[in-house]
């Protein structure tokens, strides 16, 4: 595995569940908990390491784990040599959990970005979305964490949830904005069919914002974030400088090697994708048993690389670098989308710089439409395949 | 046998007055075909004859009846298809006989085909009996029926024999009134051969099996006989008689109705209506009656998936073997690939073209708009027919456009006359007549521009009327007209399968029901899309369809990826089935919104 290779730790527990949540977490005993790190560390006596500049704690709720028990994983990885020297150490946390000793723990397991999970200022979405923190703690949190000195401190919003309006919006961003993290996920709300909320919305007692209404949210969002001198550098990444980026988060979109520890954690190696045992029961089971807690795992073809590849740098400012696509791919992805490159360009959701096609913000709106729309075939792929 | 024991007969009804059933009770009074092994229709072989109670091919059956004067008749039964579409058929097969059943609903009464198909036998110089079907119906009213076949068909109304096919009621009546009405076949057997072709079938081992009816002379096995409109001529192999089966015989004589093997190749190589002769002792001239039937509807047909279309190609060519008033030629469209250019009877025969062809040959087909064919003459003199939007010239070289004319036959109660007077005025009408058949009915006749007819005219005057009407056409001429090419663009392309001749007054509606049926059925994307339609550079009709505000997904990090990116595939997958026309995708699906809807 290459030296930028990202680690990725799933944490699957929390004090409760979100109703919007659909990842594999549960609400763990005490007991189950300490179990976690003694695992963690079987699963990683087993699996193949590499050379990692990115560890993330992800979840799930890692801030749950006492912080020493983050400084025992990160030590052990450190002592096989898998993390480089300037490896960046994120940590995801609720801003309930954060106090000074929390803050003081974090620090010395040398976390470098504190990303606290406060969805929303606004009392009312607060209550929708039922977290357990209030405003002011969740204001507390971001100003204790910037004191902390911690690299880069972000914060989670979620935003578009049915009756929310566009004064209500600002609003909620305006007083993000005021906490001054250097850096923002916001992300729209979107109703997933297994949690309490798809429940809610099969059942008709919830409606999701129309297309129109979520298109408004989304501009107002990038509007008043970028004004307040935030870079949109991803569909819902935003960062006050260059060095705020999340150096983990971009390698998932720019197709860099990743392993994943912890149930339902997902790697890849540049042309196969794996994922983990999503039960924690399942995942602990293959690991007293000495295997490898791996559940499923998908080649690439080239075909599926370029889809990925244009589906991926489509939703970030960056964009699609042609030349790299000849090189990797030997396509010349002009040649075959010229309309739709010249309509794109024409109707502003491309620019074109250099060997790069760029979207706008209006074309970061519709990436996935957008990826859909490429014809990816030489022709001989297509037939090769069929 | 004597030709004094032959009757040649068909039966005349309008669709749905029970026709096929009646052959049926017939067939199996006749013990032609034992009872276990009966099954309904008997005669309409194909599964789509039956499933929509119509007959498209005629098919023939030798009968042999033991009449209470204790002789035993052979009766020829020449079935007859029972749509306008198919008028040629019924044509010749009631030159191939001497009499005619006229069957008649005992509810519903005379209709406007049943009407048509009579003169024709009147031309022929058939004797016609009448026939009340039906009579168990509650609403059976044989009082009035048997008024209206004094009125409107000008039978003997005492003549008319009434039956129910369903129960088998008046059956052995109606075979008794056969025997006794319907005259013996005249001709000489010792004249030259004279033998008319009234329907083919192709068998694949045997190849073409002609049906005819022998006028003069005899045919028989090794003779060399000569096809006179075709001039082509061919040994005789095999003759014989229909009884559902081909039964072999030594030879058929003037006045029998059987079928002739001449190891003929192919449908095409024969004419419906020609004459057989002795090739040695040829007649003089041929039987009267031979007319080419001449497609009048024109589509182009296209697989949906491009890779379909040699299985067409070939599916086509069979078709034709069996079906000769198909026409068919290559043609192309940018957006939809190769196909063909094919030529119909009507609408009825296109639609069962169309389906034959995806029921039997497994094929999926998106057909062009129907078409008339239009005469056009250029500023240089020279005529050109045109049925293809694009081959239609540019306007500035036409000095004159003319489009084929009907003369519609329209009978319904009379309550219904204001609003299909109407319809006929809609659908630029001319010469609208009308007059008072028995109690309360009413036949209109107008004349109509045939393209009128092609959108739904049918369909209409159903609901109109509630069913209660009939319709019929006869070709009449050409007229002169204006006619626009109307050009669907999206994003400014042309959509060249789109594209269609229509009347100038009509162009603007037609052309804005296209654009928004189009409007309805193309997804939206992230570009807006702009649909018009355009005579020329003239926009004359114009729909927008608005792009996708927000088409992105909030989060996408290591496990979504495999996820989104098999979403993408699956949804990339469907668009497989779009036709790309500039930048924009149109799913098969809009096509065929858009080339079924009709205006209304």
Not at chain 2, 272 to 281: L, Q, W
């Amino acid at each position: 595995m290459s030296p930028e290779a990202g680690l990725y730790v799933h944490v699957p527990f929390c004090r409760a569940l979100c109703p919007y949540c659909d990842f594999a977490v549960n609400v763990a005993s005490e007991k189950r908990r300490s179990r976690y790190a003694e695992l963690l560390l079987t699963e990683i006596a087993l699996c193949w390491g590499g050379k990692f500049d990115t560890l993330y704690f992800g979840g799930g709720t890692p801030s749950l784990l006492p912080a020493p028990t983050l400084a025992r994983i990160g030590e052990e990885l450190s002592s096989r040599g898998w993390l480089s020297p300037d490896c960046r150490v994120f940590v995801e946390a609720n801003p309930e959990d954060v106090n000074e000793d929390a803050l003081v723990g974090f620090r010395e397991a040398r976390v470098s970005t504190l990303s606290l999970g406060i969805q929303s200022l606004d009392p009312e979405s607060l209550l929708f979305f039922g977290r357990r923190h209030t405003r002011d703690e969740a204001a507390r949190a971001v100003a204790l964490a910037r004191e902390a000195g911690f690299d880069t401190v972000s914060i989670d919003l979620i935003y578009g949830i049915p009756g929310e309006t566009e004064a209500r919006l600002r609003k909620d961003l305006e007083d993000a904005v005021a906490l001054s993290p250097d850096h923002l996920s916001c992300y729209q709300l979107t109703v997933h069919e297994n949690t309490v909320f798809g429940r809610h919305t099969r059942a008709g007692r919830l409606e999701e914002v129309s297309d129109e209404g979520q298109g408004s949210f989304f501009r107002l969002t990038h509007e008043v974030l970028e004004s307040a001198g935030y870079e949109a550098y991803e569909v819902s990444n935003f960062a006050r400088a260059p060095e705020h980026r999340s150096r983990h988060n971009q390698k998932y979109w720019r197709h860099q090697p990743y392993l994943g520890l912890g149930p339902s954690a997902h790697s890849f190696d540049g042309r196969a994708r794996s994922w983990n045992e999503r039960s924690f029961f399942a995942w602990e089971r293959r690991l007293l048993e000495g295997k490898v807690p791996t559940a499923g795992k998908e080649e690439l073809d080239d075909r599926d690389l370029l889809l990925e590849t244009l589906m991926l740098r489509l939703r970030t400012r960056e964009g699609v670098d042609l030349e790299e696509i000849a090189t990797r791919f030997g396509v010349d992805l002009v040649e075959s989308n010229r309309i739709l490159i010249e309509r794109s360009l024409e109707d502003g959701l491309l620019t074109r710089q250099g060997s790069f096609l760029r979207p706008t913000l209006d074309g970061l709106a519709v990436a996935d439409g957008l990826a859909r729309s490429f014809v990816l075939s030489p022709h001989q792929w297509q037939t090769a395949r069929s | 046998m004597s030709s004094e024991l032959v009757r040649n007969f068909c039966i005349i009804a309008h669709i749905d007055h029970g026709k096929s059933t009646l052959a049926d009770r017939l067939i199996q009074k006749c013990g032609a075909v034992a009872d276990r092994e009966f099954r309904d229709q008997i005669l309409d072989s194909m599964d789509i004859e039956r499933e929509r109670g119509i007959t498209i091919k005629s098919n023939s059956v030798s009968l042999l009846y033991n009449a209470k004067d204790g002789k035993q008749y052979q009766l020829n039964l020449i079935d007859t298809p029972g749509h306008v579409d198919f008028s040629h058929e019924v044509r010749r097969s009631l030159m191939s006989c001497d009499g005619a059943l006229i069957l008649v609903d005992a509810s519903q009464g005379v209709e406007a085909q049943t009407l048509a198909n009579l003169y024709v036998a009147m031309e022929y110089n058939l004797t016609l009996l009448p026939v009340i079907n039906k009579i168990d119906l509650p609403a059976a009213d044989i009082d009035r029926i048997r008024e209206e076949i004094d009125s409107d068909l000008g039978l003997d109304p005492f003549e008319a024999v009434p039956v129910s096919a369903k129960l088998g009621t008046g059956i052995d009546e109606l075979l008794e009134a056969i025997v006794a009405k319907l005259p013996p076949p005249s001709g000489d057997q010792e004249t030259p051969l004279k033998a008319l072709i009234f329907d083919a079938q192709y068998d694949s081992y045997r190849g073409v099996v002609v049906l005819v009816r022998v006028k003069d002379g005899r045919i028989a096995p090794g003779q060399h006989i000569r096809l006179m409109h075709t001039d082509k001529e061919y040994e005789v192999e095999e003759v014989g008689l229909l009884q559902l089966k081909r039964v072999k015989t030594k030879e058929l004589v003037a006045g029998t109705v059987g079928y002739v093997i001449a190891n003929i190749k192919a449908i095409r190589d024969i004419a419906m209506g020609d004459t057989i002769t002795d090739a040695e002792r040829p007649a003089s001239e041929p039987l009267p009656g031979y007319k080419e039937a001449k497609p009048v509807v024109f589509s182009s047909m296209y697989p949906i998936s491009t890779d379909d279309y040699e299985d067409l190609a070939k599916a086509l060519e069979k078709l034709a073997l069996n079906d000769p008033a198909i026409t068919y030629e290559k043609d192309s469209s940018s957006a939809l690939g190769f196909g063909f250019r094919c030529g119909f009877l009507g609408l009825l025969h296109l639609d069962v073209v169309q389906e034959r062809l995806e029921r039997e040959y497994g094929l999926s087909l998106l057909l062009s708009a129907p078409s008339v064919r239009y005469r056009v003459t250029l500023e240089t003199g020279e005529v050109l027919l045109v049925d293809n939007p694009s081959l239609y010239p540019d306007p500035s070289r036409i000095s004159k456009a003319e489009e084929p004319f009907i003369k519609a036959s329209i009978m319904m109660p009379e309550r219904y006359l204001g609003p299909i007077m109407d319809l006929c005025r809609e659908r630029r009408g001319e010469k609208s007549l009308f007059h008072y058949l028995a109690q309360g009915r009413v036949e209109l006749t107008a004349e109509l521009p045939l393209a009128e007819v092609l959108f739904d005219f049918y369909d209409r005057l159903k609901t109109l009327t509630q069913g209660y009407g009939s319709f019929d056409y006869e070709l009449l001429d050409y007229r002169e007209t204006k006619i626009a090419k109307v050009d669907i663009l999206v994003n400014g392309e042309k959509v060249d399968a789109l594209s269609q001749l229509v009347h100038e007054d009509k162009a603007r509606t037609r052309a804005m029901h296209y654009c928004e049926k189009l409007a309805e059925t193309i997804p939206r994307q992230q570009f807006r899309i702009a649909i018009q339609g355009a005579i020329g550079a003239k926009i004359i009709a114009r729909t927008t369809i608005n792009p996708f505000r927000k088409d992105v997904t909030a989060k996408c990090y290591g496990g979504d990826i495999t996820r989104k990116r098999k979403l993408l595939e699956k949804q990339k997958e469907g668009k497989k089935r779009m036709k790309m026309v500039g930048a924009v995708e149109i799913p098969q699906a809009a096509f065929i919104a858009v080339l079924k809807s009709d205006e209304s």
